[in-house]
């Protein structure tokens, strides 16, 4: 089984950062595709940004590009989204994603993962 343990959300006013990071645990010799989504209230939980296992490639939503970034220290097990910029439409609940895969796409859909943390929550003011 696979654990996924977010940290790092917290209040922060517009325009400024935070960093979240997702620390994984068991079977930690298989590869994962690892992924940020949210939800805000009312809202279904949209795909914010992903990184592949292998090579490290990334992808972001619209939303988010440019402002975002996501890493990972694969000897660590562990993913990062640092957040610049940020807006109060980015208040959300934010989830740590992982599926075991070592391809070069990245999922961007919630269904194709199969493991999810239990949120931690980011809220901006303006």
């Known amino acids: 089984q696979v654990q996924l343990v977010e940290s790092g959300g917290g209040l922060v006013q517009a325009g400024g950062s935070l960093r979240l990071s997702c620390a994984r645990s068991?079977?930690?010799?298989?590869?994962?595709?690892m992924a940020w989504f949210r939800q805000a209230p009312g809202k279904e939980r949209e795909f914010v940004a992903g990184?592949?296992?292998?090579?490290?490639?990334?992808v972001y939503s619209d939303s988010v590009k440019g402002r975002f970034t996501i890493s990972r220290a694969n000897t660590q097990n562990t993913v990062f989204l640092q957040m610049n910029s940020l807006k109060p439409e980015d208040t959300a609940v934010y989830y740590c994603?992982?599926?075991?895969?070592?391809?070069?796409?990245?999922?961007?859909?919630?269904?194709?993962?199969?493991?999810w943390g239990q949120g931690t929550q980011v809220t901006v003011s303006s």
């Open positions: 068991g079977r930690t010799f298989r590869r994962y595709l």
């Open positions: 990184i592949t296992w292998s090579r490290g490639r990334t």
């Open positions: 994603a992982a599926v075991n895969s070592d391809g070069t796409a990245v999922l961007t859909t919630r269904d194709e993962y199969d493991y």
